[in-house]
Nanobody
Framework: QVQLVESGGGLVQPGDSLRLSCAASGNIFSINAMGWYRQAPGKQRELVAS??????????DYADSVRGRFTISRDNGKNTVYLQMNSLKPEDTAVYYCFGEVVPVPIGPEQNYWGQGTQVTVSS
């Protein structure tokens, strides 16, 4: 069994910063990509940022709408991914979900796991 637990959401004003965390635990052999999606009311879930495990270097990718404002990072030893969000805008308001592409123990096919979601609200 694998769990992803998120933390760090909240209510902030435009221009503020927030840092989301997502820790994976359980029967984990390794984790390939980890990252974040978000879903705003009435909209489809969209990929915000992802980090692919590349040995000593984690390769990051971002949605155009957040590039330059958000930074994804990982602590592979802790199976944790972070999303530093700066210069937040009202349009960043959404539920943020983390995901992980997990190779489980006993070793088997990679499976996708999701966190429960954390609300981020940007409003004055």
């Amino acid at each position: 069994q694998v769990q992803l637990v998120e933390s760090g959401g909240g209510l902030v004003q435009p221009g503020d910063s927030l840092r989301l965390s997502c820790a994976a635990s359980g029967n984990i052999f390794s984790i390939n990509a980890m990252g974040w999606y978000r879903q705003a009311p009435g909209k489809q879930r969209e990929l915000v940022a992802s980090s692919s495990s590349g040995g000593s270097a984690n390769l990051a990718d971002y949605a155009d709408s957040v590039r330059g404002r958000f930074t994804i990072s990982r602590d592979n030893g802790k199976n944790t991914v972070y999303l530093q969000m700066n210069s937040l805008k009202p349009e960043d308001t959404a539920v943020y979900y983390c995901f992980g592409e997990v190779v489980p123990v006993p070793i088997g096919p990679e499976q996708n796991y999701w966190g429960q979601g954390t609300q981020v609200t940007v409003s004055s």
